[in-house]
């Protein structure tokens, strides 16, 4: 699926189309059912969709017609030209060989030439007699015609996702989750599978459910994408064995994921980094920020009396206006020459109610003691973004500046990782230093932790040991 897909709720217009017909179902005790089995060779499942309708609609050219059993999209678009504008229906095309037996909804969409965005009614329908070797695809039940809106995944901190089978004493289901940003990029990081097998003992009003965490979401920003199946592992009693397992992969459900409704800014930004210092011209400590809102968003971000806002253009280095980017953040980094706390306001013109408002720290340097280290300075509350530094500075004497300082994350099974260490030993490295003694170093994380740091200078046997461990958070939250 493309953009588009998600562009369907965050469209400008609202109009609900007329429910679609199904050509090849018939009604049986008042319910829509598909026989595939009785279907011609070759022949498709048509979701049908009318033209004259009593919606205020009128088709015009460029409009793009997609028709939908579930959250599976019909094998074609349909594109509105001089040859078929006219068409009494147009039909969204399924091959019976990617639609299991289950229950569908049956719906289509329609995008104009300026991406206003319109769905239909559902249609109910069974599909009975199908030969597809697979279970349904998963369903998402808090998504809408395929997308998944911010405000209700982070309510959720998530979203559950169900299986569509009939789900049998001792089957062991495990659900896998891929996720993609705008451009069909692959993240890594968003990649989720069930932590244990779940069972029937989780099973609920006859489906097995499974949450996809806010995290793996998050990721994807807006316009990102999410593929989601997964596997049953059932018993096969035989005549050779009863204890035999047999495994069952279901089809991919695709939904794609949506920042429209977001009404509210969320701002973060780091603590602890040191006052700046002329004395020290090599280190320019800072402390990290981050807005969140709707994509493009147009937002002003200040600062305190003693607050200097590095990104500032204009002659006022305490205001920086700026436009949230297409994932729906905008990033800052604050200073202070003496303040020991800077208040940061986020607000734009257009959203009601008080601005969000974070405290950003700053302090002196702390004594290496006998390490070699003079001073050593770090930011905590960090957005575990994978972007984001926990920044270290620090300065050795002397006598110690060509063997650098040795950055080390004690915590083994932290997700942590030191900027530019080697990835075979990603939580240590030594870090170079300027000629006045001084250096930095960086910290990034994708997990919600707390990480023990250490310093040291190489060939020294007293090492610094973090007072209090850098915190990673959770940023945007989940409400």
């Keep these: 699926m493309k953009k588009e897909n998600a562009m369907r709720l965050a469209g400008r217009k609202t109009i609900q189309l007329e429910a679609p017909s199904l050509p090849e179902a018939v009604q049986e005790?008042?319910?829509?059912?598909?026989?595939?089995?009785e279907l011609s060779p070759n022949?498709?499942?048509?979701?049908?969709?009318?033209?004259?309708?009593?919606t205020g609609w009128h088709p015009s050219f460029g409009d793009r017609l997609r028709g939908y059993l579930n959250d599976t999209p019909s094998d074609n678009y349909i594109y509105l030209d001089k040859s078929n504008i006219d068409n009494a229906s147009w039909d969204a095309e399924f091959d019976p060989e990617n639609i299991p037996n289950g229950a569908y909804v049956a719906t289509y969409t329609r995008i104009n030439a300026v991406d206003d965005c319109a769905s239909s009614l559902p249609t109910p329908v069974t599909i009975e007699g199908s030969t597809s070797s697979k279970y349904p695809g998963p369903v998402f039940?808090?998504?809408?015609?395929?997308?998944?809106?911010?405000?209700?995944?982070?309510?959720c901190n998530g979203t559950p996702v169900r299986t569509q089978y009939d789900v049998q004493q001792g089957d062991q289901v495990v659900f896998y989750?891929?996720?993609?940003?705008?451009?069909?990029?692959?993240?890594p990081e968003a990649a989720y599978v069930s932590g244990r097998p779940l069972t029937v003992q989780d099973a609920c009003n006859g489906y097995i459910e499974d949450t996809i965490p806010l995290r793996s979401i998050q990721l994807l920003g807006d316009f990102g994408s999410g593929v989601a199946y997964y596997e049953v592992l059932r018993d096969s009693a035989t005549r050779v064995s009863r204890n035999t397992k047999s495994l069952h992969v279901s089809l991919n459900?695709?939904?794609?994921?949506?920042w429209a409704d977001i009404t509210a800014l969320q701002l973060s930004c780091t603590r602890g980094a040191a006052n700046t210092s002329s004395q020290l011209p090599n280190l320019k400590p800072c402390n990290y920020g981050a807005v969140f809102g709707a994509p493009g968003l147009a937002v002003t971000i200040s600062v305190s009396a003693g607050g200097v806002i590095a990104e500032a253009t204009g002659g006022d280095p305490?205001?920086?206006t700026t436009q949230l980017n297409g994932d729906g953040l905008a990033r800052f980094s604050v200073s202070s020459k003496d303040q020991s706390l800077v208040c940061i306001a986020a607000y734009s013109q257009v959203l009601p109610g008080s601005p969000p408002t974070v405290n950003a720290t700053f302090s002196q340097y702390a004594d290496g003691g006998a390490s070699?280290?003079?001073?050593?300075?770090y930011t905590s509350a960090v957005p575990c973004d994978g972007v984001t530094a926990c920044c270290i500075y620090f300065k050795v004497s002397p006598r110690w500046v060509s063997q650098g300082v040795a950055v080390t994350i004690v915590d083994e099974e932290s997700q942590a990782r030191v900027v530019g260490a080697d990835p075979e030993t990603p939580h240590a490295r030594t870090i170079k230093l300027f000629a006045d003694g001084t250096g930095f170093a960086e910290i990034v994380d994708t997990c919600e932790e707390k990480v023990n740091v250490t310093l040291s200078v190489p060939g020294q046997q007293e090492a610094i040991r973090f007072p209090y461990p850098v915190e990673f958070i959770s940023f945007p939250c989940a409400s």
Excluded at 29 to 37: A, F, L, N, R, S
Excluded at 43 to 54: G, L, S, T
């Design 372 to 377: 070699g280290i003079v001073g050593y300075n």
């Design 253 to 258: 459900t695709e939904v794609e994921i949506a």
């Design 318 to 320: 305490t205001i920086y």
């Design 177 to 187: 989750w891929r996720g993609f940003d705008e451009t069909g990029q692959e993240i």
């Design 29 to 37: 005790q008042g319910q829509w059912v598909i026989h595939v089995d």
């Design 141 to 155: 039940p808090d998504a809408n015609n395929g997308v998944l809106l911010y405000t209700k995944i982070a309510q």
């Design 43 to 54: 022949q498709k499942i048509v979701v049908q969709i009318p033209n004259y309708q009593n």
